[in-house]
């Protein structure tokens, strides 16, 4: 049980926060529509804000795991 505990802990630890800028295309795949530029992982954290690319597509990988999404028209 400790050892799943930890595991647990040190995900939340390695999440990573991508902001949407959609400066390439659509696609959540696509790394340059993110900053930092890199592709949405498991337990990273979505952050839309703003009016680019307002219509998006999931296309990441099936089963990828995002600790979570935030929507603000900032």
């Known amino acids: 049980m400790v050892s799943i505990l930890a595991l647990t ?6 999440a990573i926060v ?3 800028e ?3 295309d659509a696609n959540w795949a696509s790394s340059a529509n993110w900053s930092p530029a890199q592709t949405p992982t ?5 952050v839309f804000a703003g ?3 307002t219509s998006t597509s999931n296309d990441l990988i099936i089963d ?4 979570g ?3 603000s028209n900032t």
Do not use: P, R
Not at 42 to 46: E, I, P, S, Y
Not at 64 to 67: C, D, G
């Open 9 to 14: 802990t040190c995900k939340s630890a390695w």
């Open 18 to 20: 991508l902001d949407w």
């Open 22 to 24: 959609g400066n390439l």
């Open 42 to 46: 498991n337990g990273d954290a979505l």
């Open 51 to 53: 009016t680019t690319q």
């Open 64 to 67: 990828t795991l995002i600790e």
């Open 69 to 71: 999404i935030l929507f």
